[in-house]
């Protein structure tokens, strides 16, 4: 009788993102080089945006429109200039806070044969929420085997 060991292996990085203000910044291929960096072939890899004034999120990436549409929805959700007390870093400042709150700051992909288990037009978007250019830094972690 024989028997197969599995062995669990936890891959940790950090991504870079630079921005250029508001809008989606497309990090799938940075993400997946990741993914092919940790060596797991069926696992899970979970991003953490580690800032509080912009989000990620997995959204279309075959017409720019859906990505500049949403862009419009979220400043009519949370308009700028409506009194906020927050507001030490601009007018853009707690916008910014509340338009990541009710976005997402992290994000689970399942990896499946050593890819990213996405859809045929998914990709995964960091959204920058402040109108100047930031440096982003994002967590990854890949678990699996």
């Known amino acids: 009788m024989s028997s197969s060991l599995e062995i669990m292996v936890q891959h940790h990085d950090t991504l870079t993102v630079e921005t250029r203000g508001p809008g989606l910044t ?4 940075e993400v997946a080089a990741c993914v092919r960096t940790s060596g797991v072939r069926d696992g899970l890899c ?5 800032h509080t004034s ?5 959204q279309e990436n075959a017409d720019p429109s859906v990505r500049a549409d949403l862009q419009k929805v979220l400043s009519r959700l949370v308009p700028e200039g409506k009194g906020y007390e927050h507001d ?12 990541s709150a009710l ?6 992909i399942p ?15 960091l959204w920058e929420h402040r109108h100047r250019a930031h440096s982003r ?6 678990l699996g085997e």
């Open 26 to 29: 497309d990090i799938t291929r």
């Open 46 to 50: 979970t991003l953490l945006v580690l």
């Open 54 to 58: 912009a989000s990620l999120v997995i």
């Open 88 to 99: 030490a870093e601009g007018p853009d400042d707690m916008p910014a806070h509340a338009r």
């Open 103 to 108: 976005t997402a700051t992290s994000l689970s």
């Open 111 to 125: 990896v499946q044969e050593g890819e990213l288990r996405l859809g045929t037009w998914q990709a995964i978007y």
């Open 137 to 142: 830094r994002i967590a990854v972690a890949v």
